[in-house]
């Protein structure tokens, strides 16, 4: 397959953001190849529901 | 592929954290990876060392990317030489993020994170 970008002016005036965290990426330029993964476990499927902490041998 | 001049006027930035980088100028190659426990308890005690990412399958199991079988040919055309910006403002950047002025070759990120709730409630009878 044969695929052909023509990339116009770019021209940006003002860029804001608050926070960037867990492996994100601001990129301001060209780049070839982008690959991405991410894995996310929340309650409900991790909840634990016990009388005390666990207790930690030292 | 030809790439373009990043062309940025003005950057501000409060905070580089944990881990963070603040890339000026081309790269090669980036591969930030983060691993994240997360534990919200209902009483605030907390062990050091309580747990373990070797305790979870999370953190160890392959994202296996799509593999692209057809031949692609990319041609690209710049009718600029530069990418304007003119202002950045970022408040924070942390945990293997990774704000990069410049072009790249190729990016790989992988993030993992695990949330725990943990609640402290009597035992039902049995």
Redesign the interface.
Known sequence: ???????????????????????????????????????????PE?????????F?EE | MQKRVTSVQHIKMTEIGTTAVLEIGDSEVITPMSNAIAVQRERAIFIMNEFGFHDFSIFSIPIIQPAVEEHIEMTTFHQQTQIQVEEVEIFSATFSSVVHLGSSGLLHADSRIKHIRHFLRDKPAE
């Open positions: 397959m044969n695929f052909t970008v023509i990339n116009g002016d770019i021209s940006v005036k003002k860029v804001a953001i608050t926070y960037l965290s867990s492996g994100s990426t601001f990129f301001v330029g060209d780049i070839e190849r982008v690959a991405l993964s991410s894995a996310f476990d929340t309650p991790e909840t634990i529901i016990g009388v005390t902490v666990p930690i």
